[in-house]
């Protein structure tokens, strides 16, 4: 008990930040509601002097937006408030930081207090930062003024990730990544570099290890990006762990979706169909906390392995199974009590049952570099009431959808939309027509949180040869 904690970069125990320790003396009491407060610091009697002057007299509070301005910069160049390095340079001066760095040039590593020093470094901060993004493909820059937002910089301003994130991702992801790289790369995310590595932790960590499924080549135990691979597979094989690595493991997670979405879009961008469809996949397995191996009826509540390979032995194997049974034969089956029954008659009521139908529009007038609408609709036998059922995942969570066409054969993702649906809903998916000759796909209807209900249908497009130039004009 101490005004310390133990940082696992460093491998050493440090001081709170004043400004930690001044949140948790505010505490002490209720504002508006306590006319008084106690609050009591142990610490070393050297450090009592210390923590006296800064409690009685008022700290100024600075600025680290300089730290963390490139995500700042890179929405707004995305929102187009900032078009150009002018912009940046006026957008900066409403901040917070512009005005204590007048009032404190030293903290920022002024060179001097004079109008032109103050407006050389914001005007530095602003060329650093946006080569940075350009060097990140997040913007480009025209004619050395001019930006302009570019897709990874789309998705990293969407999705609320780094923006050195996004760029790990262009860069890792392929063709051929599967389910045990996008686990790896989604670990290496700069948003997980400060989980905590708290004092011999390592030692649970190692153990850890032994145990997941996907084994790691010569990891480092006092990693925070390892740290989260390997509670990342624990969540999925659902594994008991400390209340200290729980409480990590939830702060993975409240993160996990949103990356793995961000994955999805990087690799739908460039048209890799089998990682992206693994990337949905994964979605599922997080929100679940179950393997895409595992059993679909390790989604329902209260089943453990028993039930599982009692149901299985019976042949039932999918939570619709689980629906058609007669209610007589499904309470003889599973042995739970009726407060239980209730839940698990929720999650089947709750569980997505979809109709889908589909038409390729003017399928017989389809020419060589021409377009193909794809037509999609989906109904639902209940309309959708509240968040995803997901006893294991940390948050509330709306279910999401993405429809896309793709050539298993040649691992080309086509065309892709992502949607929320609640009874019905119509898709267009469009793209371009290839070369002459009969052409196969398949559509999927990928769920991101439940696992079990996907759909995928198979499709042909016969194209015909485009017309000639001299045909349009006799036309």
């Known amino acids: ?62 600025s680290h937006l300089d730290h963390c301005l490139h995500d700042h910069f890179n929405a707004e160049i995305v929102t187009k408030t900032v078009e150009n390095k002018q912009d940046a340079v006026d957008y900066l001066t409403w ?10 040039p030293n903290y920022y590593n ?17 060329e650093n930062t946006l080569h940075d993004l350009e060097q990140s493909k997040c913007i480009s820059i025209e004619d050395e003024m001019d930006v302009a937002p570019l897709n990874l910089g789309m998705i990293a301003a969407y999705y609320y990730i780094n923006y050195t994130t996004i760029e790990l991702f262009s860069m890792s992801l392929n063709a051929k990544t599967k389910i045990r790289g996008l686990i790896e790369i989604i670990s290496n995310a700069a948003e997980y570099k400060n989980i905590p590595i708290r004092h011999h932790e390592d030692t649970l960590l190692r153990q850890l290890a032994q145990k997941v499924p996907h084994k790691l080549n010569n990891p480092k135990f006092n990693d925070p990006h390892v740290k989260t691979n390997l509670l990342l597979q624990a969540h999925l094989s659902r594994m008991q762990l400390s209340a200290e690595l729980q409480s990590d493991t939830e702060e993975i997670l409240s993160k996990a979706v949103r990356l793995i979405q961000a994955c999805v879009d990087v690799l739908s961008s460039n048209g890799w169909l089998s990682p992206a469809l693994a990337a949905m996949e994964l979605a599922q397995m997080v929100t679940q906390a179950m393997w ?8 329902l509540p ?15 194997e999918s939570i619709f199974d689980i629906m058609e049974m007669e209610d007589e ?147």
């Open 292 to 299: 895409s191996k595992d059993s679909y009826l390790k989604q």
């Open 329 to 475: 034969e499904r309470t003889a089956l599973l042995q739970l009590s009726d407060a239980q029954m209730a839940d698990v008659a929720r999650f089947c009521n709750r569980y997505p049952n979809i109709e889908l139908s589909y038409e390729v529009a003017e399928k017989d007038s389809i020419k060589s570099g021409g377009p193909v609408l794809v037509l999609v609709q989906l109904e639902r036998e209940e309309e959708v009431t509240g968040p995803v059922i997901a006893p294991l995942f940390p948050q509330k969570r709306e279910e999401g959808w993405w429809v896309v066409i793709g050539d298993p054969k040649s691992n080309s993702l086509i065309s892709i939309k992502r949607l929320t649906l609640q009874q019905k809903a119509k898709v267009k998916l469009d793209f371009v027509a290839p070369a002459l000759g009969v052409h196969n796909y398949t559509l999927y209807f990928m769920s991101d949180a439940y696992m079990g209900c996907d759909q995928e249908y198979k499709f042909s497009v016969d194209v015909k040869e485009a017309d000639s130039e001299g045909d349009s004009d006799s036309d």
């Open 302 to 316: 209260y089943f453990t392995s028993e039930h599982i390979k009692r149901c299985t032995d019976k042949g039932v």
């Open 1 to 62: 008990m101490d005004t310390q904690y133990y940082n696992g970069k460093i491998h050493a125990y440090v001081d709170y930040p004043i400004y930690d320790v001044l949140q948790m003396v505010g505490k002490a009491n209720r504002p508006l509601q306590d006319d008084e407060g106690r609050c009591v610091i142990m610490c070393q009697g050297s450090k009592k002097d210390f923590f006296k002057k800064f409690l009685y007299e008022p700290l100024p509070v600075e």
């Open 110 to 126: 002024l060179q001097g207090m004079s109008h032109r020093h103050l407006s050389d470094h914001l005007s530095e901060l602003v």
């Open 95 to 104: 901040t917070f930081l512009y005005r204590r760095m007048t009032q404190n």
